[in-house]
């Protein structure tokens, strides 16, 4: 088989590793089998995405919708290199999956509004798949309605008409869409579990995503909250691509 490939822009070693063995958790995959490209430390390069099954892009502390004032010359880079990446992916309609800052990325790439309007605090949150959703052949495997972690400053709020939305939430209503047949994202985050969302939390505390001030609480409603649901979109996605 072809191995997938999961790229990633964390800088905080720790978060990086567990956001990794996560990856190959929930995606079933054996760590040989996920290759791992950290785009924030080396450059995408011209990869040949023949030789993957698929492709995964990770959620990240990058925002797109940031003034271009405001981000680091290696932010700039990696959307640069993602957009190149995201052209080919597209005209090919190769497998991909983008996480949170990959809904951001990809739908900026396909001419989305991705801005403020529909940031969401750091907490489980309610799913439901929409028609096309509940249609579409990943996104049709999970229960029409469903928890998920989010925690997000930026979303779509305008979408183009060929982007097909498959997921909405009370508070932001692009949660997931695909282009074409084979490309997706989500902006909830598939990958993380109670303890993985706490680690998070702890490791974000002071970046605007929640309230510093409400920590405990916090933690204690994520590690109660059951997302095992939401974490079938991995493993639907490498089982439907897996060649």
Same mark, same amino acid.
Not at 55 to 70: D, H, K, N, Y
């Given at each position: ?35 791992? &490209? ?37 932010? !700039? ?12 992916? &597209? ?68 979408? $183009? $008409?060929?982007?097909?939305? &498959?997921?909405?939430? $009370? ?6 869409? !695909? ?65």
């Amino acid at each position: 088989m072809k191995p997938f490939l999961l790229i990633t822009t964390r800088d905080d070693e720790r978060i990086a590793a567990e956001e990794h063995a996560s990856y190959c958790t929930l995606t079933g995959l054996l760590p040989e089998d996920l290759s791992w &490209l950290r785009a924030d430390q080396q450059p995408l390069g011209d990869l040949d995405i023949d030789q993957y099954s698929g492709i995964i892009l990770a959620g990240s502390p990058f925002t797109v919708s940031e003034p271009e004032e405001s981000k680091s010359e290696n932010e !700039r880079r990696v959307e640069r290199e993602l957009a190149a990446l995201l052209d080919r992916v &597209l005209e090919r309609d190769f497998p991909f999956l983008g996480i949170c800052y990959g809904i951001g990325t990809i739908g900026t790439h396909q001419g989305a509004t991705v801005d403020r309007t529909y940031g969401e605090n750091t907490q489980a949150t309610r799913i439901s798949l929409t028609p096309e959703g509940l249609g579409d052949p990943l996104f049709g495997e999970l229960p029409a309605e469903f928890d998920a972690f989010v925690g997000h400053k930026e979303a779509i709020s305008e979408v $183009p $008409p060929h982007l097909a939305v &498959l997921a909405s939430s $009370p508070g932001c209503p692009v949660q997931a869409f !695909r282009v074409g047949r084979n490309v997706y994202a989500t902006q909830f985050h598939p990958e993380l579990d109670g303890a993985a969302m706490t680690t998070r939390i702890h490791a974000y505390m002071n970046h605007g995503y929640f309230d510093p001030g409400e920590v405990d609480a916090l933690i204690e409603r994520v590690q109660r909250a059951d997302v095992r649901a939401s974490q079938m979109v991995l493993s639907r996605f490498t089982e439907q691509y897996l060649r």
